[in-house]
């Protein structure tokens, strides 16, 4: 009995948890790969005809163009925001002056990249997951492929091509108006000297970290529209499944540009450092 | 010398689990008739829709096999099955229509992707005579489907579906939701899309007998995964099988 109790014990109380992770553990990897899969199929047809052009132009314009507004005004505020924070902190050490260029490493390199990222995979992604759930759930990705036409061709490869384009584009538009933000809190909210300003940032600021941070979200634009095209078209249910499907689409490209910025930082100074 | 096949689908004992333990069809056989229409009745869940997904090769089987006009779907790669599908017109239960497009556009959209021999001028001419065959009012030609009724949207649908000139057309449940006249404007419809196309075989499938009976030169009725009877709606009047007998009961006095 007391053996029974014991072996009870060390079931529920160790093994269940470990059980639990390494079952989360390789559902989380399994759906990885599943996405890797269902992104390569469609980028096949990059390169395959028939080729998409006005496809991929019509979800250039609803990625990117459509996104300028947002993208502008949050690149003005963060740019405002992170020149006046850390304007606060070197202003301890008496190294203001320093200001310009650490707002411009900081734009560039990470927040540019990652802040647009999931700013778009909100906006455009989770817009995508939408729409593919419903063509699913109302049959119309079915009525394609029995029109001859493959979905992964005409619906995905030409979503996840525009994002890898828009996503670097609006980057350096968010960049631009975090600097602008930050030119305009430096010179004409704080008083700093303006030729002072633009000779540290450019002395610190270096072609490859504006070019590191263009890479990082090329990769993260292909991140977030593999994922929300792969939780759309797979949408099962009805109007419940297409809330679903956007939710955990957006939810899981934002947490994975998050995980994997560290990972892909590397990778990419490497890359740039050789180039 | 090569002897055209008789049949146009051809199901050997197909059998499909989607869990591995139950099998919503269970060694199915059935033939059907080129150039007939066929109607595919039966219980709600007996796999009425699933049969239909695997001639269109949308579903692989379990194990058995489904012939198309004498090409063993299975032996098909994915992209050679895509390409083999446009041998098909299908109607969808909610007609399926892309919700953003007009109703011309989705008509041309079939003849786009395939017809590019085809002048802009000629491709919008054949999507017209589409439309109008399907007894839709130019005047609805440009609105996108959202602001079209049920009845119109199905025959937009069918419009798409014969764009190509399939050699089987199907229709999915083609009255399910629709009110009795509209169901019989359907019906009308889709025997006059069958008598104006000579070869073309029609299989339906429908939970209306009514229509199932005045429609299908044969009908094939299902029953836990398997066909119970097929015959034409006379043996199946004439039926002394007992669950035959109770289902056309039901549907006559339904009717």
């Known amino acids: 009995m007391e053996k029974f109790r014991r072996g009870l014990f060390y079931k ?8 639990k992770i390494g079952k989360s553990t390789i559902g ?86 990652v802040l647009t990222g999931l700013i778009i995979s909100a906006r455009a992604g989770g817009a995508m997951a939408a729409r593919l759930g419903t063509m699913r759930v109302t049959e119309q990705i079915d009525a394609l492929e029995v029109m ?46 303006e030729a002072i300003f633009w000779n540290k940032t450019q002395f610190w600021l270096d072609p490859k970290d504006i070019n590191e941070g263009l890479i990082k979200a090329a990769v993260f634009g292909l991140f977030f529209s593999s994922i929300c095209t792969f939780k759309g078209y797979h949408t099962k249910g009805g109007a419940a499944g297409v809330g679903e499907a956007t939710n955990r689409g957006v939810v899981s490209s934002m947490v994975s540009i998050i995980v994997v910025d560290y990972f892909i930082t590397k990778i990419v100074r490497m890359v740039v450092k050789w180039m | 010398m090569d002897v055209e096949p008789k049949y146009a689908i051809r199901v050997s004992d197909l059998r499909k689990s989607f869990d591995g333990k139950e099998y919503v069809l269970n060694g199915m056989n059935l033939n059907i008739l080129k150039g007939k229409i066929t109607t595919i009745i039966g219980f709600s869940g007996t796999g009425k829709s699933v049969l239909l997904k695997h001639f269109l090769g949308l579903i692989k089987p379990t194990s058995g096999a489904v012939e198309v006009l004498g090409t063993k779907m299975s032996d098909l790669e994915e992209d050679a099955i895509i390409n083999f599908r446009r041998k098909f017109g299908v109607l969808f239960q909610n007609a399926a229509l892309f919700d953003d497009m007009s109703v011309i556009d989705n008509v041309l959209f079939p003849l786009r992707e395939h017809r590019k021999d085809m002048k802009p001028r000629l491709m919008r001419s054949e999507a017209e005579t589409r439309l109008r065959l399907v007894g839709l009012d130019p005047k609805h030609f440009k609105k996108l489907p959202s602001e079209l009724s049920g009845g119109m949207r199905k025959r937009v649908g069918l419009a798409r579906a014969i764009a190509l000139d399939p050699e089987i057309l199907l229709y999915d449940e083609p009255t399910t939701g629709l009110d009795p006249i509209i169901t019989e404007m359907v019906d009308n419809l889709i025997l006059e899309t069958h008598k104006h196309r000579p070869g073309l075989t029609s299989v339906i499938v429908t939970h209306d007998l009514y229509a199932a009976f005045r429609i299908g030169d044969y009908v094939a009725m299902l029953n836990e995964g398997k066909v119970l009877l097929y015959g034409t709606p006379q043996d199946f009047l004439n039926s002394e099988v007992d669950l035959v007998k109770r289902f056309v009961q039901k549907g006559v006095h339904k009717n």
């Open chain 1, 148 to 193: 001859g036409v493959n979905p992964k061709n005409y619906l995905i490869a030409p979503r996840i091509l525009a994002s890898v384009i828009a996503t670097p584009l609006l980057t350096a538009v968010f960049d631009f108006m975090a600097m602008l933000g930050t030119y305009i809190l430096c010179i004409h909210v704080v008083g700093l000297d």
């Open chain 1, 28 to 113: 989380i990897i399994s759906s990885f790969g599943e996405v890797v899969v269902f992104s390569l199929e469609a980028m096949k047809w990059w390169f395959r005809p028939p080729h998409r052009f006005s496809e991929v132009v019509k979800h250039l314009e609803f990625v990117g163009n459509r996104s300028i507004s947002i993208i502008c005004l949050t690149g003005l505020f963060t740019g405002l925001v992170f020149a006046f924070q850390a304007w606060i902190g070197l202003k301890i050490v008496n190294a203001e002056n320093l200001v310009g260029p650490t707002s411009a490493l900081g734009i560039f390199r990470e927040l540019g990249p």
């Open chain 1, 12 to 19: 529920n109380s160790i093994q269940e948890p470990i059980e």
